[in-house]
């Protein structure tokens, strides 16, 4: 059984910025990691919080895999897009940079489109793109990762989870944020599986042989399944090619694998976007006119066995709403684990309530 720690969001950032300022990020770098890993254990995504990617990123950071202080740059503006090279630093604080100039770029054209290369690992995709709502804008961003997933039809790995995220503003009845891997479900719900000692439900993944598999260390082995057989495998390639063909970054196997040699760059690509409502409509009309599709949505009578129609991100808002109250819960051996890892660097210890 799986005893949980509790800890406020607070508390969790001062950790984590504590932690990586510790392992030797730049502050802007340790602010920007520390604030995207905590955002991603508040939604209730420890598959992308500090649960399982902070030794990871610790580990990158010492042995020179990732550049603890990056000279993030533009390397080429022309009307609607850019190309920004992330030097080899944190995919959180390289997405966020490239997020303010898609966003910038957004103000003067009604869109921005901007081409990352020379990045790494980002966290939850929803993180980035969502800061373009604070700007009444559309939020788009996907991102290349390491081979998990065969060619549909294929047994070998080929192309990452390959994420796709949209953020669009609403009105009264809230932000609609659909984020979603291109397989039936992102890497880190496998390790975290792993981490916890849970087993998975059949239809994630396959173990070496190609077998069905519920043992997440033998699907570690094996290959993550697309979405939906060839759809998934085809929204996969199309991630793969805005975010590594299209940016100049590196696709496939030539991505280094996150938890491999952490003294190599992984050299990823990103593809962001932010498209700007008022070029369209005024805001307040285009927040109303989605209240009205919500509330559409929501009349729809209920199928048997459902209590509610959700919208995109509606889970995670209500899980952030109930971490922000009760505090976010923590694997009691991961509070262990990354209490070594903050006593060997000289952090303090992160700060939980005991287990009721």
């Known amino acids: ?5 509790r800890v406020t969001q607070e508390e969790l950032y001062r950790f984590a910025y504590e932690v990586f300022r510790a392992a030797g990020a730049s502050e802007a770098a340790a602010k920007a990691i520390a604030y995207n890993l905590t955002q991603g254990e508040l939604h209730g995504m420890g598959s992308h919080g500090v649960s399982r990617l902070m ?7 010492r042995n020179g895999g990732t ?34 100039v898609a966003i910038d770029i957004a103000r003067e054209e009604g869109t921005g489109w901007v081409a990352v290369r020379n990045s790494s690992h980002f966290g939850a995709a929803f993180i980035t793109a969502r800061e373009a709502l604070k700007h009444d804008m559309i939020g788009v961003a996907t991102t ?14 080929a192309l990452g989870t390959n994420p796709l995220c949209w953020c669009i503003p609403g009105g009264k009845q809230g932000d609609v944020i659909f984020d979603m891997a291109t397989t039936v479900v992102a890497k880190g ?17 396959l173990d070496e042989e190609g077998r069905p598999t519920t043992d997440p260390v033998a699907a570690d ?12 495998y085809g929204l996969a390639m199309i991630a793969e090619i805005f975010s590594s063909i299209l940016t100049g970054a590196e696709f496939g196997p030539r991505i280094n694998n996150l938890y491999g040699d952490t003294s190599l760059p992984q050299k990823l690509g990103h593809f962001l976007g932010a498209i700007d409502v008022a070029a369209f409509m005024p805001p307040e009309r285009f927040r109303a006119r989605m209240d ?13 066995g459902h209590k509610e129609i959700l919208i995109p991100g509606e889970l995670e808002r209500r899980k952030a709403e109930e971490y922000s ?3 976010i819960p923590i694997a009691e051996d991961v509070v262990a684990s990354h209490n070594k890892i903050a006593a060997d660097l000289g952090v303090r210890p992160l700060q939980t309530q005991p287990p009721h």
């Open 325 to 327: 109250r009760e505090g």
């Open 292 to 304: 009205e599709l919500i509330e559409f949505l929501r009349s729809i009578p209920l199928a048997p």
């Open 144 to 157: 290349a990762s390491i081979p998990l997933q065969p060619p549909y039809g294929g047994r070998a790995r």
């Open 221 to 232: 082995k094996g290959v993550m399944l697309p979405l939906g057989g060839p759809k998934g």
């Open 189 to 205: 719900k496998l390790l975290l599986a792993i981490m916890e000692g849970k087993p998975i439900p059949e239809g994630w993944a």
């Open 67 to 100: 550049n603890p202080d990056p000279q993030i740059k533009v390397l080429q503006r022309r009307k609607s897009t850019a190309i920004v090279d992330g030097d080899g630093g944190a995919g959180a604080q390289v997405a966020l940079f490239a997020m303010g």
């Open 55 to 61: 030794p990871v990123y610790v580990e990158r950071l």
């Open 1 to 5: 059984m799986v005893v949980y720690h």
